[in-house]
Nanobody, 122 residues
Framework: QVQLVESGGGLVQAGGSLRLSCAAS????MGWFRQASGKEREFVAG????????TYADSVKGRFAMSRDNAKNTAYLQMNSLKPEDTAVYYC???????????????????WGQGTQVTVSS
C-alpha cells in the first residue's frame, strides 16, 4: 500500500522559513496542498515525475520552491518569507499519472499524506 509520510511542519515567526518533506514508497508526480481553518483545501505547488517541471499557486510564487530527490522518492517544499496567512495544514499528494497532470485538480491525485501543521506567528 502506498504511503506518503510528511514531516517538517512547525511554528515559525513571520519572515521565517520551513522545509516540508514528503516521502513516498515509489516515484510519483506530486503536489502540495494546504487547508487553513474554516477554509477549503487549496493547491500550493506541484512537481512532475522527473522533477524538471514545477508549478505554483500565485500566492506562493517567489517564496516557495518545490523539489524532489528521486533516489529517495521524496518531495520537498521549501517555504521562505512565511506570512501568517500561510498558516494551514499542509498535505502532500501523489498521482500515478506521468504525463498531462493537472496539479490543481485535487481529485486527480491517487494518494494523500496525513497532513502537517504549519503555523506562522505575526
Amino acid at each position: 500500500q502506498v504511503q506518503l509520510v510528511e514531516s517538517g511542519g512547525g511554528l515559525v515567526q513571520a519572515g521565517g522559513s520551513l522545509r516540508l518533506s514528503c516521502a513516498a514508497s515509489e516515484r510519483y508526480a506530486m503536489g502540495w496542498f494546504r487547508q487553513a481553518s474554516g477554509k477549503e483545501r487549496e493547491f500550493v505547488a506541484g512537481i512532475n515525475w522527473s522533477g524538471i517541471s514545477t508549478t505554483y499557486a500565485d500566492s506562493v510564487k517567489g517564496r516557495f520552491a518545490m523539489s524532489r530527490d528521486n533516489a529517495k522518492n521524496t518531495a520537498y517544499l521549501q517555504m521562505n518569507s512565511l506570512k501568517p496567512e500561510d498558516t494551514a495544514v499542509y498535505y502532500c499528494a501523489a498521482t500515478t499519472k506521468r504525463y498531462g497532470v493537472n496539479y490543481y485538480y485535487q481529485q486527480g491525485y491517487d494518494y494523500w499524506g496525513q497532513g502537517t501543521q504549519v503555523t506562522v506567528s505575526s
